[in-house]
C-alpha cells in the first residue's frame, strides 16, 4: 500500500510543486492550481483528470477509482482508493495530474530530463 510519503516523496520532485495543507486535507499545486489532495484519514487521494474520461476511469475499475463528491463534479477531477494501487500506478497517476497543472514546455522540459536518467520516468 502506498502512504502519503510516497505520494510526497513524488510529487514536491516536480517542478513548481508545493504542499499545502487545507482543511486537514493535504494539497499539491502548482501555483494555485491543485492537482491531488488526500484525505484526512489518508485512505482517498483525488486527482486532476479529464472530466470527459473519468466515467471510462471509473466504470473499467470501480473498486479503485470513484467519482469526486457532487460539488467537485465541476472540476477535471476523480478520486481512487489507495490501497488500490502500487507505487508504479501512483507514480503515473501524480505525474499525469501534474502535468494537467504546469505549463505544457514545462513538463516538456521535466519529462524530458527524467528520460535521458538511468532508469527513467
Same mark, same amino acid.
Request: charged fraction near 30%; hydrophobic fraction near 45%.
Given at each position: ?25 493535504? /494539497? #499539491?499545486?502548482?501555483? @494555485?492550481?491543485v492537482y491531488l489532495a488526500i484525505s484526512p484519514d489518508e485512505? =482517498? &487521494? ?17 473498486? /479503485? #477509482?470513484?467519482?469526486? @463528491?457532487?460539488?467537485d463534479e465541476r472540476y477535471n477531477w476523480v478520486q481512487l =482508493? &489507495? ?25 516538456a522540459a521535466y519529462l524530458e530530463s527524467v528520460s535521458r ?5
Amino acid at each position: 500500500m502506498i502512504t502519503v510519503d510516497d505520494v510526497r516523496r513524488v510529487a514536491l520532485a516536480l517542478p513548481r510543486t508545493s504542499e499545502h495543507l487545507i482543511r486537514d486535507r493535504i /494539497k #499539491f499545486r502548482v501555483g @494555485r492550481i491543485v492537482y491531488l489532495a488526500i484525505s484526512p484519514d489518508e485512505t =482517498t &487521494m483525488g486527482f486532476a483528470f479529464p472530466k470527459e474520461e473519468r466515467a471510462a476511469l471509473v466504470a473499467a475499475e470501480p473498486g /479503485k #477509482f470513484h467519482m469526486p @463528491r457532487p460539488s467537485d463534479e465541476r472540476y477535471n477531477w476523480v478520486q481512487l =482508493t &489507495m490501497a488500490a494501487i502500487d507505487a508504479t500506478e501512483m507514480r503515473e497517476i501524480v505525474i499525469d495530474a501534474w502535468r494537467m497543472a504546469v505549463p505544457k514546455r514545462v513538463a516538456a522540459a521535466y519529462l524530458e530530463s527524467v528520460s535521458r536518467r538511468p532508469g527513467g520516468v
